[in-house]
């Protein structure tokens, strides 16, 4: 029985509840009534139940097809204005006790480098990320006990806040580590992380339990209420995602967005952010041989409901996506995106020897970080390497309640070109400085408030002349 306020799994995520929607949106995919009707409602900006938003995804009247990709475009706008913010992943080790058919970590797996990374060579790893101008971090670990313990990312947290090397630092760590206790989600929270990500990788049981043969991961109820017990622990920032390409896309969304809906409704605050990563090929996995893929045009159309139906949540995406992609679903809804990834562990300081590889998978988008950055600007976006809000006590349902509202825009703003202004001066080459001061100087005049606007001026000349960091509204 479907029960949104339920500790349990199968009635939070319902079987039959996603099976009704589909059934119900598949039988009005042509309803225009209903369609419209959604759209209105769409356009209150106060987010669609995961019904709602199905019916929008199956809708393929062309036209109306057309009005949910101009909302989505327009609710992008009024949430986040042109700004994304910038990210980059830190694997830690690969050592991995799961067996997921998906990923080349997966134990069985003999022929793929494990790799560990001392205190030290993360400290390598971090000077060559913060020299590349990054602020804000994903950690990522694959889940062993013995290799990579609670203690171990507790202690690689404080070494990658501890580094200040020239004018560099990390000033949000979000971390993505395997579904944990209560009481090690509150020693996270006390380190000081941002958000805490852990993606379900598919809603439908069956297939997860097929997916995921072996190992603690296998446990689809414990995985299913990581981001419940991460609530418990006092994390109020939660990022949640699925794998799309593991099963079917539709099954899929629903669940995602019924998993908002229950956090939303137990704890007063729904995720952070929802990432929407796609499968892709790896050392010793076959993209192709998993039948669930997705092509570019549904993969918008997914971005666009995902960002009608929670407009409130920032939605990521990683370098698993090409240029040509991420060109086409960032106006859509995307807020974060990477840049300059490296998805094996180590790599940044030094690349990895051709014969020992570690990557978790391959990376579609290979630039830098600077041409990432110049892309998006030459795009009309403003990179932001913004990490203001945790760091102000800003999370959880205070943030939330900023972001319903739109006030958040007022610090938005201003710290997206500061912390430019900050990239410029230390990390970009000539053609990114140059295109990105004119940005800074035509984007001061968007800034509403007088007052703001003359403090950020008197900021961005400190950044400049007397070589100040980390303003922030
Ligand atoms: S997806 Fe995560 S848990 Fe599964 S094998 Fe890869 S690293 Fe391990
Ligand atoms: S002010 Fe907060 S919400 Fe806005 S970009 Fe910075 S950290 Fe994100």
């Known amino acids: 029985m479907y029960n949104i306020l339920s500790e349990k799994p199968e009635e939070f995520i319902n079987h039959e509840e996603i099976l009704d929607t589909l059934?119900?949106?598949?039988?009005?995919?042509?309803?225009?009534?209903?369609?419209?009707k959604i759209i209105e409602k769409a356009k209150l900006r106060k987010g669609l139940t995961h019904r709602e938003a199905l019916i929008l995804l199956d809708c393929d009247i062309e036209e109306k097809n057309q009005e949910i990709y101009a909302l989505a475009e327009q609710i992008k706008k009024d949430f986040y204005g042109n700004r994304i913010v910038m990210f980059a992943p830190l694997y830690l080790s690969n050592y991995c006790v799961n067996g997921c058919t998906y990923c080349p970590y997966h134990m069985k797996n003999k022929h793929i480098a494990r790799k560990k990374l001392t205190q030290?060579?993360?400290?390598?790893?971090?000077?060559?990320?913060?020299?590349?101008?990054?602020?804000?971090?994903?950690?990522?670990?694959?889940e062993d006990p013995v290799n990579?313990?609670?203690?171990?990312?507790?202690?690689?947290?404080?070494?990658?806040?501890?580094?200040?090397?020239?004018?560099?630092?990390?000033?949000?760590?979000?971390?993505?580590?395997?579904?944990?206790?209560?009481?090690n989600y509150r020693k996270l929270k006390e380190a000081g992380i941002g958000t805490y990500i852990l993606f379900q990788e598919t809603y439908h049981k069956e297939s997860y339990l097929q997916l995921h043969p072996t190992g603690p991961k296998h446990d689809y109820d414990y995985h299913t209420t990581a981001m419940d017990r991460a609530m418990q622990g006092g994390i109020d920032d939660v990022g949640i995602g699925v794998l799309f390409g593991l099963d079917k896309y539709r099954y899929e969304l629903a669940g995602l967005l019924m998993h908002a809906e229950h956090l939303e409704a137990v704890f007063g605050v729904g995720p952070h952010t929802i990432s929407?990563?796609?499968?892709r090929h790896a050392d010793d996995i076959d993209a192709d041989s998993f039948d669930n893929g997705i092509d570019d045009?549904?993969?918008?159309?997914?971005?666009?409901?995902?960002?009608?139906?929670?407009?409130?949540?920032?939605m990521i995406i990683s370098t698993r996506e090409s240029q040509v992609c991420r060109e086409r679903v960032l106006h859509l809804g995307v807020s974060q995106i990477s840049g300059g990834s490296k998805t094996s562990v180590g790599g940044y300081a030094e690349p990895e020897p051709e014969d020992n590889k570690s990557e978790q998978f391959d990376v579609s988008d290979t630039r830098t970080l600077d041409e990432v950055v110049k892309w998006l600007m030459d795009l009309g976006y403003i990179p932001s390497f913004c990490t203001a809000c945790y760091r102000e006590g800003r999370t959880g349902d205070r943030f939330m309640?900023?972001?319903?509202?739109?006030?958040?825009?007022?610090?938005?703003?201003?710290?997206?070109?500061?912390?430019?202004?900050?990239y410029l001066m230390d990390y970009?080459?000539?053609?990114?400085?140059?295109?990105?001061?004119?940005?800074?100087?035509?984007?001061?005049?968007?800034?509403?408030?007088?007052?703001?606007?003359?403090i950020v001026i008197e900021n961005l000349k400190a950044i400049e002349q007397?070589?100040?960091?980390?303003?922030?509204?």
């Open 148 to 183: 990579s313990p609670i203690e171990y990312v507790l202690e690689s947290i404080k070494t990658i806040y501890s580094i200040k090397h020239k004018n560099g630092a990390i000033r949000r760590v979000n971390v993505n580590i395997a579904a944990t206790t209560v009481e």
């Open 120 to 142: 030290e060579e993360i400290r390598k790893e971090v000077i060559a990320l913060q020299d590349m101008g990054h602020k804000r971090l994903a950690l990522e670990t694959g």
């Open 401 to 422: 309640s900023l972001c319903k509202s739109g006030q958040i825009q007022n610090c938005c703003q201003p710290n997206a070109l500061m912390t430019l202004k900050e």
């Open 276 to 279: 929407v990563p796609r499968l």
């Open 428 to 454: 970009a080459s000539e053609a990114t400085k140059k295109i990105g001061e004119y940005v800074i100087q035509e984007e001061i005049n968007q800034i509403p408030n007088e007052k703001v606007r003359q």
């Open 23 to 36: 059934a119900f949106a598949e039988k009005n995919k042509h309803n225009l009534e209903m369609i419209n």
């Open 297 to 314: 045009d549904t993969f918008a159309k997914i971005v666009a409901c995902i960002r009608i139906a929670v407009p409130y949540t920032g």
């Open 466 to 473: 007397e070589n100040r960091r980390d303003f922030r509204f």
